[in-house]
C-alpha cells in the first residue's frame, strides 16, 4: 500500500521559512516523481515543486522560483520543501503526490495518481 504523510505545516509571519516533510512508503523512488501542491480555499489545487526519482530533475511553479527548494532524503524516504520568505499568498493546504506513471516531469496535478492528507501552511501579514 502506497503512503505519502506530509508534516511541518504551521503558522508562521510573513518573511519566515517552514520546511514541510513528506514520507513515503510502499513505493520505490528510483522512477516516477514527488511533487508538492497546494490549495487554498476556493481556488484550485496548483503544483508547486517536484523532483523526479531517476536523476533528481527539478521544476518549480513561477511563484515560488528561487523562495522554495525541493529536496530528498532517499534513505529516509523523504521529500522535503524547504520555503523561506514565505509570503501571505503562499497560505494554503500543501499535500504531497507521488506520480508512478513514469511519464514526463511535470506539475501537472492530473498525472499524479497517489496522495497525502495534506499539511495547512499560514501565513500572517
Known amino acids: 500500500e502506497v503512503q505519502l504523510v506530509e508534516s511541518g505545516g504551521g503558522l508562521v509571519q510573513a518573511g519566515g521559512s517552514l520546511r514541510l516533510s513528506c514520507e513515503f512508503s510502499g513505493l520505490t523512488f528510483d522512477t516516477g516523481a514527488i511533487g508538492w501542491f497546494r490549495q487554498s480555499p476556493g481556488k484550485d489545487r496548483e503544483g508547486v515543486a517536484c523532483i523526479s526519482g531517476s536523476y533528481g530533475h527539478i521544476r518549480y511553479a513561477d511563484s515560488v522560483q528561487d523562495r522554495f527548494t525541493i529536496s530528498r532524503d532517499n534513505a529516509k524516504n523523504t521529500v522535503y520543501l524547504q520555503m523561506n520568505n514565505l509570503k501571505p499568498e503562499d497560505t494554503a493546504d500543501y499535500y504531497c503526490?507521488?506520480?508512478?506513471?513514469?511519464?514526463?516531469?511535470?506539475?501537472?496535478?492530473?498525472?499524479?495518481?497517489?496522495w497525502g492528507q495534506g499539511t495547512r501552511v499560514t501565513v500572517s501579514s
Open positions: 503526490a507521488a506520480d508512478m506513471t513514469y511519464g514526463p516531469l511535470t506539475l501537472l496535478k492530473g498525472a499524479y495518481n497517489y
